[in-house]
């Protein structure tokens, strides 16, 4: 590799080690989400939110850069700038260790991005889980404060069911 390819694969490669642990961090976050889902505790979730919101504002800069890093080393190797892609320049270095580099930190971002997302829609699962739980049981108390009318305006009994004794799920 000559000098300029060189010094363009160090600047991709810096940005992935630095999306690479972006991305461990936003794991550990989806992780730690799902405990405090499971344990409903309000607090912790709008704490764990912000710093969920803050490592995707990060990930969507380092994101930003990375494509612009490939996009230069793509042109540099001649592939595809418009859509680089990490195991193409991979191939276009073939033979190098940058090659073998490049598709060690693709993988690796490949594997964390599964977990995050596998973790992420769990998370979602067990929020809709909690919130359907949560509105039974304000309908519940809705209906007990609101009173059961057993009479209407002309003096006739309504027929109709009885809502007394409504059991709620503590289900997640």
Request: net charge neutral; no cysteine; proline share 2%.
């Amino acid at each position: 590799m000559d000098g300029t390819v060189e010094r363009a694969f160090q600047k991709l490669e810096t940005n992935l080690e630095d999306l690479t642990k972006a991305y461990r961090s936003l794991l550990d976050v989806v992780r730690k989400e799902k405990e405090i889902l499971l344990t409903a505790d309000r607090e912790q979730l709008e704490e764990n939110n912000k710093l969920k919101e803050d490592i995707l504002f990060k990930l969507r800069a380092q994101d930003s850069l990375r494509s612009r890093y490939a996009s230069e080393l793509a042109t540099l190797v001649h592939a595809d700038a418009a859509n680089p892609r990490l195991l193409e320049l991979a191939q276009k270095l073939a033979g190098t260790p940058a090659a073998d580099r490049l598709r060690t930190q693709h993988a690796a971002l490949d594997i964390l991005i599964q977990r995050i997302t596998l973790i992420n829609k769990e998370n979602e699962e067990y929020a809709k889980s909690a919130l359907h739980a949560l509105n039974g049981a304000l309908d519940n108390i809705k209906d007990t404060l609101s009173g059961s009318k057993t009479y209407e305006k002309k003096g006739q009994y309504k027929q109709g069911p009885q809502v007394s004794g409504n059991f709620v799920s503590k289900e997640a």
